[in-house]
């Protein structure tokens, strides 16, 4: 069974900084991507970074410059690195995974793997 355990959210002030992790457990052969999405109530959630096995990084245009993704791929872990908040980053933020794993002999993909999120508060 695969999971995505995710950790660092919490409350920050504005123009304070945060660092969430996610880490992908089970029996894992190859993870294609990893990223970010967030979701604020009564909005669709929404990409904010995404990062390929090829190495092709996506940023959505409202934390270009203040967020970076980083994985480490030893250990299926994916980091977001956000600083500068504003109160509109305000979420729950959830880790997001394509990868392969194994099941008995065989790899099976899962392409849309989610943790359980993550509440991010910014606010004075």
């Known amino acids: 069974q695969v999971q995505l355990v995710e950790s660092g959210g919490g409350l920050v002030q504005p123009g304070g900084s945060l660092r969430l992790s996610c880490t992908a457990s089970?029996?894992?052969?190859?993870?294609?991507?990893m990223g970010w999405y967030r979701q604020t109530p009564g909005k669709q959630r929404e990409l904010v970074a995404r990062h390929t096995l090829e190495g092709i990084t996506t940023y959505a245009d409202p934390v270009k410059g203040r967020f970076t993704i980083s994985r480490d791929n030893a250990k299926n872990a994916v980091f977001l690195q956000m600083n500068s908040l504003k109160p509109e980053d305000t979420a729950v933020y959830y880790c997001?995974?394509?990868?392969?794993?194994?099941?008995?002999?065989?790899?099976?993909?899962?392409?849309?793997?989610w943790g359980q999120g993550t509440q991010v508060t910014v606010s004075s």
């Open positions: 997001n995974a394509d990868l392969v794993y194994a099941r008995g002999f065989e790899g099976v993909r899962l392409s849309d793997v």
């Open positions: 089970g029996d894992i052969l190859t993870v294609h991507a």
